[in-house]
């Protein structure tokens, strides 16, 4: 399977600070997801970006496939922003398993 | 966001209970999967579905098993469940030809 790697593990942060999440990937992508798991376990789409980037409000990410990474950017954090955020990634097949990293758990304090 | 369905959202049971944990979208969607997560952890594919009368088992062994019988329906089931049971189960679907992988809420069991 394809390895993913998810950095930083933990990440603490004041109220309107910005950070970045980096994923990094072991073999050639088709496809990479972004979710943010809520503290009641739920998994909420993110981003679909197999390569380049988005934006979605203070929420923004870019994938280099070529160089087999992708960065998710918050902007002015808040609290409700706190959660495990996971990457995903497939190589395309007819199944499209996802393989995910062990994630990133933000907390944000007021 | 997609409409994909979980129950229960929660479960307590005792040790060699019979459980069945369901999952359905409206979507139409013809993928479906089960992932295992247990705390603090990645999700582990376990199961996965491309279509009606379709299952095979993921990578993670697990002593679950599934059926399609119908598009919108994909449950898991658990014949004598047990502390090593203990986990998150999260159901997803995908359309046929498509990438993007939808959650539901998950089921959070507990095996005593």
């Known amino acids: 399977g394809i390895q993913v790697e998810q950095s930083p593990p933990d990440l603490i942060l004041q109220e309107g600070a910005n950070s970045t999440l980096r994923c990094n990937f072991s073999d050639s992508v088709n496809n990479l997801q972004w979710f943010h798991q809520n503290p009641w376990g739920q998994l909420i789409n993110l981003f679909y970006?197999?390569?380049g980037t988005k934006q979605n409000g203070r929420l923004s990410a870019t994938t280099v496939a070529t160089e087999r990474y992708s960065l998710l950017y918050i902007s002015s954090s808040q609290t409700t922003d706190s959660g495990v955020y996971f990457c995903?990634?497939?190589?395309?097949?007819?199944?499209?398993?996802?393989?995910f990293g062990r994630g990133t758990q933000l907390t944000v304090w007021p | 966001e997609a409409d994909i369905y979980q129950t229960p959202r929660y479960l307590v049971i005792g040790t060699g209970k019979k459980i069945t944990l369901e999952c359905s979208q409206t979507m139409g969607h013809d993928k479906m999967y089960w992932y295992q997560q247990d705390p603090g952890m990645e999700l582990h594919l376990i199961h996965y579905s491309y279509g009606v009368n379709s299952t095979e088992k993921g990578d993670l062994s697990s002593e679950s098993t599934v059926s399609r019988i119908r598009t919108e329906h994909f449950p898991l089931t658990l014949e004598s469940a047990r502390p090593s049971h203990t986990s998150q189960y999260l159901c997803a679907s995908s359309v046929r030809g498509g990438d993007i992988q939808y959650f539901g809420a998950g089921t959070r069991l507990s095996v005593l």
């Open positions: 995903a990634v497939n190589r395309g097949s007819t199944l499209g398993r996802l393989y």
């Open positions: 970006i197999p390569s």
